[in-house]
């Protein structure tokens, strides 16, 4: 494929909540959420989970970097990453971090601030190099980071509030919707109007059915719930995202085999995987 059009996601974090590193968690990967997504020449980060900072050694050997951070909320297993993402470091390097959630009770850069702050953290943000810079929009706005790629947003239904994110670039899209809980029975209209017709929908699929009733207003959905929104809204592909710590591969390899039969060419994301629209 040409490069100048080529559009990816690699999965650098797949889990939720915190990590789970360990044997039972190898095939499947131990890191909180964090997506690359490649628009042609264009990097854009989805969140910032401890899955960041193998992102950030990878990125080291690229040179100079230019690039934005989308974040679906502010939790602390979303947000991790970003003290130890590696290019923050960088001189030469431009970084701009976006949240859809925080206003107007919230602005981004002084959650940050309070996030890195002495008893919790030793230093402050004002220590990257980078050129960083903090960016608050309202869930439901429509972004345009590069030419040619285009970003509509929706709120999520999560503690304290979340975003999820449509990625659009050359004719394909791909949806990224985490951290949201379902109302049983009742699809959710702004998830709909995201995945409308995108090639992936990658979902929230913290928990199953079964275990949902036990965590409800926890935050999160099943991959049940995941499929049928993707049969309501024409999605090409479900990704099932955001695994529960307690799910360990026997447990992940389940999942996949009741989801495959349940919506063939549903996808359980993995550390490492690529998907293509």
């Known amino acids: 494929m040409d490069a100048a059009r080529d559009f990816f996601v690699r999965f650098w974090g797949v889990r939720g909540s915190i990590s789970c590193p360990g044997e039972k968690h190898q095939r499947y990967g131990g890191n909180t959420s964090c997506l690359e997504v490649r628009c042609g020449e264009h990097l854009l980060i989805f969140d910032a989970g401890t899955g960041l900072r193998p992102l950030g050694c990878e990125l080291s050997c690229e040179g100079k970097l230019d690039t934005d951070i ?27 971090v976006w949240a859809g959630h925080l206003m107007p009770a919230h602005n981004l850069h002084d959650v940050l601030c309070q996030f890195m702050t002495a008893p919790l953290f030793p230093v402050p943000p004002q220590v990257f190099a980078a050129n960083v810079s903090f960016h608050d929009f309202e869930a439901g706005e429509d972004l345009a980071p590069a030419n040619g790629v285009s970003i509509r947003t929706a709120p999520l239904n999560h503690p304290n509030g979340a975003t999820g994110y449509r990625i659009e670039f050359g004719g394909r899209a791909i949806c990224y919707v985490t951290d949201t809980e379902h109302l049983p029975g009742q699809l959710n209209d702004d998830i709909l109007g995201l995945a409308a017709g995108a090639d992936y929908l990658i979902y929230d699929a913290t928990y199953t059915d079964d275990e949902f009733p036990s965590h409800v207003n926890w935050g999160h959905s099943t991959w049940q719930e995941g499929v049928r929104l993707c049969d309501a809204a024409d999605v090409e592909h479900l990704v099932v995202f955001h695994h529960d710590p307690s ?31």
């Open 70 to 96: 989308f974040l679906t909320h502010t939790h602390h297993d979303h947000i991790i990453g970003l003290p130890f993402f590696g290019p923050m470091f960088g001189s030469s390097n431009r970084i701009r």
């Open 247 to 277: 799910h360990d591969d026997e447990f992940m390899d389940r999942i996949a085999k009741e989801a495959e039969a349940r919506r063939p060419g549903t996808v359980v994301a993995r550390e490492g995987m690529v998907l293509r629209p």
